[in-house]
């Protein structure tokens, strides 16, 4: 009887070695799965970051070059507007004296006339 306690155990320390082995081989199929989608996810993900990375520099860059045109176009307007002061006032400096004075004079006077309002 003695004996085949020891068969019996020996048995169970076999069955329970290969139980675990099949469990622990489990595990590795399993992590080396994981692993491999995990790559495959970083894989996948890599160009389409790259790519919105990509898409939103473009933007970027229109966007600037947008507000880069437009200021362009603003301060080729300012100067256009500038000159064509600069020039009627050279043809008609008594007229444009006349506009300053008048121009200054309504603006003293809505200035006075805010200022009463709040008072």
């Not at 081989?25 to 495959?40: C, H, Q």
């Not at 507000?67 to 603003?74: C, I, T």
């Not at 301060?75 to 008594?94: F, G, H, L």
């Not at 603006?107 to 006339?113: D, G, M, W």
């Amino acid at each position: 009887m003695d004996n085949s306690v020891k068969t019996l155990a020996k048995q169970g320390q076999s069955l329970a070695d290969t139980a675990a082995d099949k469990v622990q081989g489990g595990i590795r199929e399993a992590g080396a799965a994981l692993s491999s989608k995990v790559d495959e996810i970083r894989d996948d993900a890599g160009p389409g970051l790259r790519q919105t990375a990509a898409r939103v520099q473009t933007l970027g860059k229109q966007g600037f070059d947008a507000v880069s045109e437009v200021a362009g176009r603003a301060r080729d307007t300012i100067s256009s507007a500038s000159q064509s002061i600069i020039d009627y006032t050279k043809e008609n400096p008594v007229k444009a004296l006349a506009i300053a004075a008048v121009s200054g004079a309504l603006f003293v006077a809505i200035v006075k006339a805010i200022k009463a309002s709040r008072d």
